[in-house]
Antibody
Framework: QVQLVQSGAEVKKPGASVRVSCKAS????????MHWVRQAPGQGLQWLGR????????NFAQNFQGRVTMTRDTSINTATMELTRLTNADTAVYYC??????????????WGRGTLVIVSS | SYDLTQPPSVSVSPGQTAIITCSGH??????VSWYVQKPGQSPALVIY???KRPSGIPERFSGSNSGNTATLTISGPQALDEGDYYC?????????FGGGTKLTVL
């Protein structure tokens, strides 16, 4: 069964960092770009960036430049997103997503279930 | 930065047609995808490359994209189609989502 399995919820203090992992199951991680998207409570979807698991090349949204890192470990078929210098505004559900369709323009047809990150003092 | 604009809400009766718009500068030059998100769930793709339906998406879902506006049309929406709908495209080397439209089937 093709799926993305994400790590569990996290509670962090302001200023800390958080790492969220996303294990690809049923397909090879290097087959498709991995994207990260977040959703603050009651808000819409916001793209953080993507990683090419083949080359490790990354592209980040301007809002997160300098604060986000995306890596992958092909030995365990897992992608990881790290966000640093957390503030309350980073409280959100973080999703990994990919396009198995190979379509142009995004088309994320496979999503993880999301990881809730709460930033609170 | 590139912005996509959606109406906050759309209400429709089951026998009608639901139309959700997504506006952006020269959006017709880009490929647009549409997602539906139901409470407590991850988004799900319903349209990609402007007009294509992924496997398992009913034929009542269709899309178009021209000029500055992309449109998601749901013909004869059902109660199970209620949810938040998001458009998405690539703009300025980044993935961009619209703000979302809450669809209510009365």
């Amino acid at each position: 069964q093709v799926q993305l399995v994400q790590s569990g919820a996290e509670v962090k203090k302001p200023g800390a960092s958080v790492r969220v992992s996303c294990k690809a199951s049923g397909y090879g991680l290097t087959d498709h770009f991995m994207h990260w998207v977040r959703q603050a409570p009651g808000q819409g979807l916001q793209w953080l960036g993507r990683i090419n698991p083949n080359s490790t090349e990354t592209n980040f949204a301007q809002n997160f430049q300098g604060r986000v890192t995306m890596t992958r470990d092909t030995s365990i078929n897992t992608a990881t997103m790290e966000l640093t210098r957390l503030t309350n505004a980073d409280t959100a559900v973080y999703y990994c997503a990919t396009s198995m369709l190979g379509a142009s323009g995004g088309a994320f047809d496979l999503w993880g279930r999301g990881t809730l990150v709460i930033v609170s003092s | 930065s590139y912005d996509l604009t959606q109406p906050p809400s759309v209400s429709v009766s089951p026998g009608q047609t639901a139309i959700i718009t997504c506006s952006g500068h020269k959006l017709g030059d880009k490929f647009v995808s549409w997602y539906v998100q139901k409470p407590g769930q991850s988004p799900a793709l319903v349209i990609y490359e402007d007009t294509k339906r992924p496997s398992g998406i009913p034929e009542r879902f269709s899309g178009s994209n021209s000029g500055n506006t992309a449109t998601l049309t749901i013909s004869g929406p059902q109660a199970l189609d209620e949810g938040d709908y998001y458009c998405q495209a690539w703009g300025s080397s980044a993935v961009v989502f619209g703000g979302g439209t809450k669809l209510t089937v009365l």
